[in-house]
């Protein structure tokens, strides 16, 4: 079946970095694009990034951008998150997620089908 | 950048009841909208993807409508199980995958 195991979660100092990694397994990891999801203690889901299947197109929240970068190994079959100048607000619970339609990056539309665990990320002094 | 806008924030129901949660979207979305359950310490759950289509597994009293900009995600007989928060996605634009602020199903 299935299974998307996030790690690399961690307290760090605002302005820190933090890389997180999701291991998957279950099904032909290099067919599917992958996203990363966070959820801040008590609120709701915020999308943060996606990846194309074959890494060649990515994409980040506008809150993100230009300080996470998303990135995969096929080889691995693992998904990257390197979130550098952490802030406050980006305390979270970090979910990785599968896209459900195969080869599908860009060019047309598929929901989440299977989320990890998450990992928890505390940015604070 | 597409909004997703849900309503209520709050829901108090009882078991047995008919339950409809509402999501709007700033701009026409087709039919790329998908529902989740989620419940506390726990990783959501896909309910329903391309706004009226039932994932595997999921019990039939949950059901999806809608198209464009207003959907619906209706439960027909709330379940003890069935107590926790929904929230709604768009899947239509790559530059965000919007979530809906969530709805949370509690205990009358």
């Known amino acids: 079946q299935v299974q998307l195991v996030e790690s690399g979660g961690g307290v760090v100092q605002p302005g820190g970095s933090l890389r997180l990694s999701c291991k998957a397994s279950g099904f032909t990891f290099s067919t599917y694009g992958m996203h990363w999801v966070r959820q801040a203690p008590g609120k709701g889901l915020e999308w943060v990034a996606f990846?194309?299947?074959?890494?060649?197109?990515?994409h980040y929240a506008d809150s993100v951008k230009g300080r996470f970068t998303i990135s995969r190994d096929n080889s691995q079959n693992t998904v990257s998150l390197q979130m550098n100048f952490l802030r406050a607000e980006d305390t979270a619970l970090y979910y990785c997620?599968?896209?459900?339609?195969?080869?599908?990056?860009?060019?047309?539309?598929?929901?989440?089908?299977?989320w990890g665990q998450g990992t928890l990320v505390t940015v604070s002094s | 950048d597409i909004q997703m806008t849900q309503s209520p924030s709050t829901l108090s129901a009882s078991v047995g009841d008919r339950v409809t949660i509402t999501c709007r979207a700033s701009q026409s979305i087709s039919s790329w909208l998908a529902w989740y359950q989620q419940k506390p310490g726990k990783a959501p759950e896909l309910l329903i993807y391309?706004?009226?289509s039932l994932e595997s597994g999921v019990p039939s009293r949950f059901s999806g409508s809608g198209s464009g900009t207003e959907f619906t995600l209706t439960i027909s007989s709330l379940q003890p199980d069935d107590f926790a928060t929904y929230y709604c996605?768009?899947?239509?634009?790559?530059?965000?995958?919007?979530f809906g602020g969530g709805t949370k199903v509690e205990i009358k």
């Open positions: 996605q768009q899947y239509y634009s790559y530059s965000g995958f919007t």
């Open positions: 391309k706004a009226s």
């Open positions: 990846i194309r299947y074959d890494g060649s197109n990515k």
């Open positions: 997620a599968k896209h459900f339609e195969a080869y599908c990056g860009g060019d047309c539309y598929s929901h989440f089908d299977q």
